[in-house]
């Protein structure tokens, strides 16, 4: 079965500085995505970037990038310039590409942005 | 809708009782899910339609769960004979359909359940 590790339960950026957030996963399959979702106070998660499995390039999304490596299974989230909004819970999941609907949630990592 | 709407947002109840916890998703996403977050937990997946139809009901915890959708649309999660086990945030999200587009689910703001 899969699994979704994130190690760090919390986290703490100075605002405007760069934080890393580790994620590792354990899984036979070799196509698979991989997401990071944020979850601020309100509850309401929201995707922040997505990976498909066969795509060598990392993937961007503004000030959002990651830090893919198949081999080792590591899908590491860099938020640069952190921002107060950008406080919240971070969740990173996978999802099998067969068993499409299965979506396997980390524990979460708590993200606090220092003023 | 213009996003995935869930009711009530906080619920307390004696154990014991029933609850019930709508779930109302994106207009025309054909597949819906239900997620239990405990405090310091991940997500743990409890059930997912597609259309009417719930193909894997594994994930639920006990047979006081039980779930059902009507009209590809509103969903529902009855608890019965809650026990302070089942406090959590209930949480429901949809994709425009399993395993197709983007992969990606939208989710509502969950529900608190808070079984004294």
């Known amino acids: 079965a899969q699994t979704v590790t994130q190690s760090q339960p919390e986290m703490s950026v100075q605002e405007a500085e760069t934080v890393t957030l580790s994620c590792t996963y354990d899984t036979s399959e070799s196509d698979y995505y991989l997401f990071w979702y944020k979850q601020p106070p309100s509850r309401q998660m929201i995707l922040v970037i997505r990976?498909?499995?066969?795509?060598?390039q990392n993937a961007t999304e503004n000030r959002f990038s990651v830090n893919f490596q198949k081999a080792a299974k590591s899908f590491s989230l860099k938020i640069s310039d952190s921002q107060l909004g950008d406080a919240a819970m971070y969740f990173c999941a996978y999802r099998s590409a067969s068993l499409a609907y299965k979506y396997i949630f980390g524990t979460g990592t708590r993200l606090k942005v220092l003023a | 809708g213009a996003g995935v709407s869930q009711s009530p947002s906080n619920k307390v109840t004696e154990k014991g009782k029933d609850v019930e916890l709508r779930c109302d998703p994106i207009s025309g996403h054909t597949a819906l899910y239900w997620y239990r977050q405990s405090l310091g937990q991940g997500l743990e997946f409890l059930i997912y339609?597609?259309?009417?139809?719930?193909?894997?009901k594994s994930g639920l915890p006990s047979d006081r769960f039980s779930a059902e959708r009507t009209g590809g649309s509103v969903s529902t999660l009855t608890i019965q004979r809650t026990q302070q086990e089942d406090s959590a945030v209930y949480l429901c999200a949809s994709s425009s359909r399993v395993g197709g587009g983007t992969g990606e689910l939208f989710f509502g703001e969950g529900s608190r359940l808070t079984v004294l």
């Open positions: 339609f597609q259309g009417n139809s719930a193909p894997d």
């Open positions: 990976q498909e499995a066969y795509k060598q």
